[in-house]
């Protein structure tokens, strides 16, 4: 083949291969530019993927925070709800248990104030704020009370004064009247007066008693007394007392008195106890009642038979005899009982002190103590009542020495009191009248001759020793009263046929004639006791 043939086929060929292999060249390059733009846009793409993932957890998260304090919002709200309806419950169970508890529990303490309902409430600010609504309550409704008790007390206080001082100018009159008609012509006229007179007293100790309970005083003056008149007299202020009351006993071995402060107060003591004591006790049990010395002072006990206390009762009887504690009048009982409490008051005020426990005769036993710095040694020349016991020195006296051997004063018997009968024997009580004449066992009617006096001390009986008592050597002494005034010791003049003479114009009567007189009368007298006083009971007092 020549040479020109050969060329043209190879450079076609390589012409042709060379634009074939541009062609490859130039698809390669745009595909390998399709495929940087494809890997551009897939980076791109996962850029945007990358960015729509984050996108997507930061949604996703932000809804799970969502969630959860949609979660948590709905449980605060349900907390909120929970709590919301515990505490109105709670505060329905204050308005409902709690304060109407506290106001039973202000009345009687012995109801109990319950708690809060739900204990989970316990020392949170709900306890608090409720504890804070009982106490302010508390506290009000404590000083309202003892604004409208002062108030009360101060209303009983005026009108019992006013009635006290009626049914004391009714005594008087009273005491008049026996004095005017004590023949023996007028015995049937002396019954009904006695009678009434007896009534009369009865009304005063309970104004007495009354008042006092409600801060006033006993509302009578007396002189130093004899310790035994006082008990006496305590005795004949309670209803039926020759017939329920056993005694006084003296065991006293000196001539122990009782300070004019506090003579009416221990006096009122004593008559409160033994009305107490005869009050519950069977009508056919007697209630015993003794003077002791102690070493300390003194001191009267009272027992009795009848139905007794309860360890409850003989608590509340401490609290209120002791007198430490404030009593309102709505602490007493519907209707009042004031007795302990006005005992209380005057123990307090004087310092003695009132115990009370179960007797050897199955009631209870009651025991007075008086100190010392209330008694007074009496004068020499001063003489207890006719009607006052003698110590206790001998086991069985006889009737000729069973006669008072000390003489009467002239003051005393010229004044015969009827009280010495024993429907009405009982303590003076308006401040004129201060001797101090009350109640004793009967003595029997004797004559006008003299009363036996022994020749020599030791022709007496020996003397038997009481309990509580001991040698007066032993014991401290009391203060000595003396008279302010000395006493006329000029002899009366001559007596003339009624056995009295003159002494400074007034009338005298001898002891002897004064001791017939008190023994007739009480013969004449007890033939009409059972008529002059009823059979049942009126006197109310203290409950046990």
Not at 508 to 536: H, I, M, N, S, Y
Request: with cysteine.
């Amino acid at each position: 083949m020549p040479p020109d043939s050969f060329s043209v086929p190879t450079v076609i060929g390589i012409a042709v291969l060379v634009l074939a292999l541009a062609g490859v060249l130039i698809l390669y390059l745009r595909v390998r530019g399709q495929l940087a733009q494809a890997r551009g846009q897939l980076a791109q793409n996962r850029q945007v993927q990358d960015h729509l993932t984050r996108e997507s957890s930061a949604w996703s998260q932000r809804l799970l925070q969502a969630e959860r304090k949609v979660q948590e919002n709905a449980d605060q709200v349900r907390d909120a709800r929970a709590q919301h309806d515990l505490v109105r419950a709670e505060t329905d169970h204050l308005i409902n248990k709690r304060i109407p508890a506290l106001l039973s529990h202000l009345r009687a303490p012995h109801v109990i104030v319950p708690g809060m309902q739900n204990q989970a409430l316990a020392g949170t600010d709900i306890d608090r704020q409720h504890r804070a609504v009982l106490d302010a309550l508390t506290r009000g409704i404590r000083e309202e009370a003892e604004r409208i008790d002062e108030s009360a007390q101060a209303v009983i206080r005026g009108a019992v004064s006013r009635v006290q001082s009626q049914a004391l100018r009714a005594q008087d009159l009273l005491a008049g009247v026996q004095q005017r008609y004590s023949g023996d012509e007028h015995t049937a006229l002396l019954r009904e007066v006695l009678g009434l007179d007896m009534f009369n007293e009865l009304i005063i100790r309970r104004m007495q008693v009354t008042g006092i309970a409600c801060g006033a005083t006993p509302g009578l003056s007396r002189d130093d007394t004899y310790l035994v008149d006082l008990v006496v007299g305590a005795v004949s202020r309670v209803e039926n007392f020759e017939l329920r009351i056993e005694g006084p006993a003296n065991h006293l071995r000196r001539r122990i008195g009782v300070a004019a402060r506090a003579a009416e107060s221990i006096l009122f003591i004593t008559a409160e106890l033994l009305a107490n004591a005869v009050h519950h006790s069977h009508g056919t049990l007697k209630v015993t009642i003794a003077v002791h010395e102690t070493n300390n002072g003194a001191a009267i006990v009272i027992d009795d038979a009848g139905v007794g206390l309860n360890e409850d009762q003989y608590a509340r009887a401490s609290r209120l005899l002791s007198g430490n504690h404030p009593v309102r009048l709505v602490d007493l009982g519907n209707p009042p009982r004031t007795g302990w409490a006005a005992i209380g008051r005057q123990v307090a005020h004087y310092g003695m002190q009132v115990t009370v426990k179960k007797s050897a005769f199955g009631g209870v036993q009651a025991v007075l103590n008086i100190p010392t710095a209330l008694l007074v040694e009496m004068p020499e020349d001063s003489r207890p009542s006719v009607l006052a016991p003698e110590p206790v020195r001998a086991a069985a006296p006889t009737a000729a020495t069973a006669i008072r051997r000390d003489p009467i004063p002239a003051a005393m018997a010229a004044r015969p009191e009827p009280v010495s009968v024993p429907t009405a024997r009982r303590e003076p009580t308006a401040a004129p009248r201060p001797e101090p004449v009350a109640p004793a066992p009967r003595p029997e009617p004797v004559g006008s001759a003299a009363r036996p006096e022994p020749a020599t001390s030791s022709a007496r009986p020996q003397p038997v020793t009481a309990p509580l008592q001991r040698p007066a050597e032993e014991l401290a002494p009391l203060p000595q009263r003396r008279r302010q005034q000395p006493r006329d010791t000029s002899p009366p003049p001559a007596s003339t046929g009624s056995g009295s003479g003159g002494t400074g114009g007034r009338l005298l009567t001898t002891p002897e004639e004064a001791q017939k007189r008190w023994g007739d009368f009480q013969v004449g007298a007890e033939a009409g006791r059972r008529e002059a006083l009823p059979t049942e009971q009126h006197d109310a007092t203290e409950g046990k």
